[in-house]
């Protein structure tokens, strides 16, 4: 039985079913305008036909609100009875089209509007018993929202051996402004594991002096290879001070350069060093015998000595470290003076561990005090051979040039004292001759290094019949004949065919002509070996020809053929894989440079195009200035290369007087 409503005045309704039929069917009133509009609106949304088309409503929808019963729709009283609801087409319950949200009025802007029409009656919202759907316990909704984890401490918590590892790709000069991000970068920027190797030379002027000086004074205990060459920075006293008590485990120094080392603190950092193993303090005015004696006392490790250009230190010096250091294989002391001393003549013999010497610059070395150095005192004479008995030499490396004073007779004794010389310097002793060298030659099977530089006295004969024949010929790398006034092609060019594997020849202001220049090109040619692709050749062999008078552009130009030659095979083309570096005449070196770039280029058709232009424009030049200018100084060349032949021929030394042809027209 259907409830009875009451109204306001307090009567009560009559049913709903009563109503309908005690009501006549009166023809509805035509509406118009927005009351027309809505009833549309309100068809539309009540028709039973489009309820299981339209798709379910979204979670955002304003006709949803924050409760679990949807919006209903109003439908007019002429309409008849509520539709049937549609079957559902999802899982999730559906809305009834007669239910109302809880969604306050003011939310909808035409409801008032409609339930003030005549006619019309609004239906109520009927409340559901249960949500459309079930909520989740209050423990798994604490633990399904989402919880943001804090950031990974990943530099943190990373080991300080990666993290040092990391760091120590960096440079230098990378490490101080890495240092600036933050503190844990300062800290392992300024780590003493990362300077170890502590080489300044390098980065000296890019750096501030108080940069460096901290960076030294953090990394002292750590640090065992020290090279301050050249650095300015630390020539205050302040920060010398404060190297020398943060260094403490040094195993190589060089201090070249540092020019204002008190002598104090020098003596301080040799002697908290005891395991230094190379030692250089070249040029350093704080270095005198004091400092050796130190070095003696304090360094018997040391293996590699340099005092080269010490002013304070003497030959007296020297010998002390030569005692002492039993393990000393290089020792450099240029220019030191006093090496005319006997004794450290013989304490140099008596050690035998030294593979270096370097006496370049020693003007009081004599004859006697090297023999005694190769020989000893008073060796044993062998019968036969009429040679010193002696222990060989261990030297591999041998500088005395600029040793004025040292004659044929001193030089001799390095023959056969010396098996295993590599290197050997005698440039500069302008006293020698070719019998210095003869027995050198003849006894180092080894020999790659010979330089020769300004032995005016030296000819043809010791290179055509000594170096030629010797057992170094076939490994000789470097020679330097430079200045040698009296060596023309006569000596060079047996050596450009016998000595194959020459890497560098230095012949300027010799009186070599075009022929030497053609026996390297083709010396090179010939050992090299061709290739079918057109890679850039390699430099093997370097040519320095300045102020030779008899090389010619004809010479230069055979050079630059044989860089760039290309030859047709079966195989193909082919390209050299070798080639000159040439210096020469500097009217000619722009264009013997030029060749080079575009022959290391891979430009060869480039290359050889320059070179016959170049040729047919000194031709050219040549043809018109024969009776024009320069006729002159060509004669006078023509001349002098005419004499130096009748001289090499004659065996005669100097200039020629020319015949006269009859008398003074003047007399």
């Known amino acids: 039985m259907a409830k009875m409503q009451e109204t306001p005045g307090g009567e009560p309704f009559p049913p709903l079913a009563d109503v309908a039929a005690a009501a006549p069917e009166a023809p509805s009133p035509k509406i118009k305008g927005r009351q027309r509009l809505l009833r549309g609106i309100q068809r539309i949304s ?371 004292a010396t098996p295993d010389l590599e290197g050997l310097q005698l440039s500069g002793c302008k006293a020698l001759t070719d019998a210095a060298l003869e027995p050198v030659l003849a006894s180092t099977p080894r020999l790659t290094h010979l330089e020769l530089e300004d032995l005016i006295e030296l000819t043809n004969s010791v290179l055509s019949e000594h170096l030629v024949k010797a057992p170094c010929a076939t490994t000789l790398e470097h020679l330097s004949l430079s200045y040698c006034e009296n060596i023309g092609d006569v000596g060079v060019l047996p050596v450009m065919q016998t000595c194959t594997k020459l890497r560098s020849c230095d012949l300027d202001n010799t009186r070599i002509s075009d022929l030497v220049l053609a026996e390297a090109a083709a010396m090179v040619a010939k050992r090299s070996e061709r290739s079918t692709k057109a890679d850039p050749p390699a430099i093997t062999l370097s040519l320095l020809v300045y102020d030779c008078h008899n090389v010619t552009w004809a010479g230069v130009r055979e050079v630059l053929f044989r860089n760039a030659q290309m030859k047709a095979k079966s195989v193909g083309v082919t390209y050299p894989s070798e080639m000159i570096g040439l210096k020469c005449y500097y009217g000619f070196q722009m264009t013997v440079d030029e060749h080079q770039k575009r022959v290391q280029k891979g430009d060869f058709a480039a290359a050889s195009r320059l070179e016959r232009k170049w040729a047919d424009y000194m031709q050219a030049n040549e043809e018109a200035g024969a009776t024009g200018a320069g006729h002159r100084r060509r004669r006078r060349r023509a001349r002098e290369t005419q004499a130096l032949a009748l001289d090499e021929e004659d065996g005669l030394v100097g200039r020629r007087r020319a015949r006269t042809m009859g008398s003074c027209s003047v007399m």
């Open 46 to 416: 009540s028709s039973p036909s489009l309820t299981s088309l339209r798709r379910a409503r979204s979670s955002s929808s304003p006709y949803h609100g924050g409760s679990r019963t949807s919006l209903s729709c109003v439908s007019l009283a002429g309409t008849g009875g509520i539709p049937p609801q549609s079957p559902l087409r999802y899982g999730t319950p559906q809305p009834s089209p007669l239910s109302r949200s809880e969604t306050p009025d003011n939310e909808f802007p035409f409801h008032d509007c409609v339930e003030q029409q005549p006619g019309v009656r609004s239906i109520r919202a009927i409340p559901t018993s249960t949500p459309s759907t079930a909520l989740l316990p209050a423990d798994l909704r604490s633990r399904a929202r989402t919880v943001s984890k804090p950031p990974f401490p990943f530099w943190d918590r990373m080991p300080q051996e990666i993290r040092i590892a990391i760091f120590s790709h960096l440079e230098p000069r990378e490490l101080v402004r890495v240092s600036r991000v933050s503190k844990t970068f300062y800290k392992i920027c300024f780590d003493g594991q990362l300077w170890t190797s502590f080489n300044a030379s390098e980065f000296y002027q890019n750096i501030p002096a108080d940069s460096l000086a901290r960076i030294i004074v953090a990394a002292g205990p750590f640090i065992k290879d020290l090279n301050l060459r050249g650095c300015v920075q630390v020539e205050h006293y302040r920060r010398t001070e404060a190297i020398v008590k943060a260094c403490k485990n040094l195993m190589n120094a060089t201090l070249e350069g540092c020019r204002n080392f008190q002598k104090t603190t020098l003596h301080n950092l040799l002697r908290s060093n005891e395991r230094l193993v190379h030692l250089n303090l070249t040029g350093l005015y704080a270095v005198s015998n004091s400092a050796c004696r130190i070095v003696a006392e304090s360094c018997p490790q040391l293996e590699s000595f340099n005092v080269s250009w010490c002013q304070k230190v003497d030959a007296r010096g020297i010998k002390a470290v030569v005692d002492s250091c039993k393990r000393l294989t290089d020792l450099r002391a240029g220019e030191v003076k006093g090496f005319d001393n006997l004794e450290t003549a013989e304490s140099i013999f008596e050690t035998n561990n030294l593979e270096r010497l370097v006496l370049s610059g020693c003007t009081d070395l004599t004859d006697e005090a090297l023999q005694i150095m190769m020989h000893g005192v008073d060796p044993e004479i062998d019968i036969l051979t009429d040679r010193p008995i002696a222990p060989p030499r261990k030297l591999r490396h041998l500088d005395i040039s600029r040793c004025a004073h040292l004659t044929s007779a001193g030089v001799k004794a390095i023959g056969y």
